[in-house]
């Protein structure tokens, strides 16, 4: 495993090398700290596609604040007695892979034995006083600006029971779920937007919600601007949305009034798990352009999927249009 060690980094005062049970880390001047813990179950069969992904959720909470990851430990749990440790061995690669993409130090980490597999990061980021993104910063006419398509949860589901074409599934989950959210991170830094939140377990109606009610905000969401990712929307046809989306659509409902005549399997989408999902930036209207065109440059999608209204009640509710 020693070709897993990251190269050594000037940042790192005290690593790994000498068995230490911690590591001690530079901290940038002017700047706050930001932390975050996620870790989670395998969603693809490739177990280097599998840490990419993992690490790439854990990081996007610190990108979601306008935070830059510094440093990262390792949270694992292997059955290191009945399977085979390359299958750790490259899941810990891929989840290296992504934190030394991300610009971070891998600083450490702990492992458990366990019946099944689990793995994801404890991180740590840096981020500028006056310059942080919360739920709590919508504010009339802003828009919405989504930088992934929906439907892991959807994908997973078939993935998981070997329905339709594995490996096109497999690929279409990586190819969304690996990327990292630096670019919209950046985005919210350079422009110093107040609201923004990363897309994951909640779906995407039900954390547009939770930024609805933390901001006393109606925020209104077009479902048919909802970017899908390729063959999730005829896979829902065939009943492969999870329980956990219609869990968050019952959740939700008493916050919730959709329109008459939506597509009723593109709405019950707005409720789908994502993992490793995209950001929701709240942008006003005046920098939507410079956001939007931030995102492409990056190679990111950047799709304008609703906008924030006042609140007549001063209670926070979700318009699904």
């Known amino acids: ?31 706050a700290l930001v932390q975050t813990v996620d870790f989670l179950t395998p969603l693809v069969n490739d177990p280097w596609r599998f840490g990419q992904i993992a690490a790439a959720n854990a990081l996007s909470d610190v990108y979601a604040m306008g935070g830059e990851p510094l440093a990262a430990m390792n949270i694992v749990c292997f059955p290191a007695k009945t399977m085979d440790t390359t299958v750790l061995k490259d899941i810990l690669r891929g989840g290296l892979d992504k934190i030394q993409e991300a610009g971070a130090i891998l600083a450490g980490g702990h492992s458990v034995e366990d019946a099944e597999i689990k793995y994801g990061l404890a991180v740590s980021g840096v981020v500028e006083e006056g310059r942080i993104a919360s739920n709590k910063g919508l504010a009339p006419g802003d828009r919405l600006l989504l930088t992934k398509p929906i439907g892991t949860g959807v994908l997973a589901t078939a993935l998981k029971g070997r329905f339709g074409d594995v490996a096109a599934l497999e690929h279409e989950i990586f190819r969304w779920a690996g990327r990292l959210n630096k670019a919209a991170g950046a985005v919210i830094r350079d422009l110093g937007l107040k609201a923004a939140t990363d897309v994951t377990g909640f779906g995407l109606a039900g954390h547009l919600l939770e930024m609805a009610r933390a901001s006393g905000m109606e925020a209104e969401l077009w479902v048919d601007a909802v970017p899908l990712m390729e063959g999730v929307l005829d896979l ?45 930036l709240a942008v006003p209207e005046r920098l939507l352009d410079q956001a939007r065109a931030m995102l492409l440059e990056a190679g990111e999608l950047a799709v304008e999927v609703g906008r924030i209204l006042p609140a007549e009640s001063g209670k926070g509710r979700l318009l699904l249009r």
């Open 236 to 280: 829902a046809g065939m009943g492969m949305i999870p329980a956990g989306s219609f869990a968050n659509k019952g959740f939700c409902t008493k916050a919730v009034d959709a329109a008459p005549g939506l597509d009723p399997l593109r709405l019950d989408l707005m409720f789908d798990a994502q993992t490793s999902g995209g950001m929701l």
């Open 1 to 31: 495993m020693a070709e897993l060690d990251p190269k050594p980094d000037p940042r790192v005062l005290v690593g790994s090398s000498g068995n230490e049970d911690a590591a001690v880390v530079r901290f940038p001047a002017g700047r």
